[in-house]
């Protein structure tokens, strides 16, 4: 396992949560890093991503406003900022990334063309 993710847990609905993504240096510094979420009985779809330069960010519509991500380079680590929770965003949450392909396509194609996952951590909001 190389994508890492902490942070994950139980708030109520319009609490906050903060995860985090750790991954190796050689990944971190050239590949499409984003957060990816698969509720029960859905598919698993794109959250929100960022790139390895220049820090461009792509947010799903259903998350802007409310989750933002981040770069920590000290850390080689992404971290997803969670606010105004609602019940629907409960899901296991994968951090993963991809090297070859437009942030765009990371975040919106069904299923995500990621070429690494990490083993996902589970945001309950109730």
């Known amino acids: 396992v190389q994508l890492v993710e902490s942070g994950g847990g139980s708030v109520p609905a319009g609490g906050s949560l903060r995860l985090s993504c750790t991954a190796p240096k050689d990944i971190y510094d050239n590949y499409n890093l984003g957060w990816f979420r698969e509720a029960p009985g859905k598919d698993r779809e794109g959250v929100v991503g960022?790139?390895?330069?220049?820090?461009?960010?792509v947010t799903r519509d259903f998350a802007k406003g409310r989750f933002t991500i981040s770069r920590d380079n000290a850390k080689n680590a992404v971290h997803l900022q969670m606010n105004d929770l609602r019940i629907e965003d409960t899901a296991q949450y994968y951090c993963g990334a991809a090297r070859y392909r437009t942030l765009w396509n990371m975040i919106h194609t069904r299923p995500p063309p990621v070429d690494l996952w990490g083993q996902g951590t589970q945001v309950t909001v109730s």
């Open positions: 960022i790139s390895p330069i220049a820090d461009t960010t």
